[in-house]
């Protein structure tokens, strides 16, 4: 509608200034247009906003079942280059090829030693590969759609819950994973999570308007990309040293 996106940004305003939590809505698709979707963006990314991706989407779009969000994976390059451009935090970061096949991989093998012990339709080593590898749905073996829902509506007779997850890592070698979402579902029963623009730091510990109160006190006195996390969004990909052009800056 006309000028609805100036009343979007507004609203973001509003709620920023009232001390309320600003889901910015950019967990759904806003338009096809890779520059609408930008201009979109433009009035969050300047002054800033609570989360300026609520819901970035960690699949292809074609992939996403529940809503497509306004940036995907097909932008993560564009949206790692525009954080450096206007030195502004989105959440991300530039991660080499080897650690995302290394962590997707391990992935993988946890899921299949946790299906296997849960006695679940088997994930095969071919299945395991392509999960490493598949850019999305469609690089994917097919499954036996009926036996997985089957399975799934087991996991509900039998009473599943993320504890048995934990203990199944536990028992197939993949304590650390199991200690990690041990930590995750502690934090869901805490329901520190629940508070107004809560995140987890890298330690799990939860930061929000409870325990990290908004004190911003006018202009230069918000928070600001710079130290160790600015030389994080630094480091794209597609930088090259200047004396080895072959070499990724990282």
């Not at 930061?207 to 109160?213: G, V």
Request: net charge negative; hydrophobic share 40%; aromatic share 6%.
């Amino acid at each position: 509608m006309p000028g609805g996106i100036r009343a979007v940004a507004a609203e973001n305003l509003v709620a920023s200034w009232m001390d309320l939590e600003c889901a910015s809505g950019n967990d759904q698709s806003f338009s096809h247009s890779a520059m609408r979707r930008t201009s979109r963006l433009l009035p969050q990314l300047l002054p800033g906003t609570d989360f300026v991706c609520s819901g970035y989407s960690a699949v292809p779009n074609p992939d996403n079942m529940f809503a497509g969000s306004n940036l995907d994976v097909e932008d993560y390059d564009d949206w790692n280059t525009i954080q450096r451009d206007l030195q502004v935090d989105g959440g991300l970061r530039h991660v080499r090829e080897d650690e995302i096949l290394q962590v997707r991989h391990r992935a993988a093998l946890a899921l299949q030693a946790v299906f296997a012990e849960l006695d679940l339709p088997p994930i095969t080593d071919a299945e395991v590969e392509a999960a490493t590898y598949a850019h999305g749905s469609e690089d994917y073996p097919d499954r036996d759609v009926l036996e997985d829902l089957r399975a799934a509506q087991s996991v509900m007779e039998r009473g599943v819950t993320g504890l048995d997850l934990v203990r199944a890592l536990e028992r197939t070698g993949f304590g650390d994973v199991a200690e990690h979402l041990l930590t995750v579902l502690r934090q869901r029963v805490s329901g520190d999570l629940l508070q107004t623009s809560a995140v987890l730091t890298d330690d799990f510990v939860p930061l929000s308007a409870i325990n990290d109160a908004n004190d911003y006190a006018g202009p230069g006195t918000g928070y600001r990309l710079e130290g160790e996390r600015w030389e994080q969004l630094k480091m794209l990909r597609h930088v090259t040293s200047a004396d080895n052009p072959e070499t990724e800056v990282s």
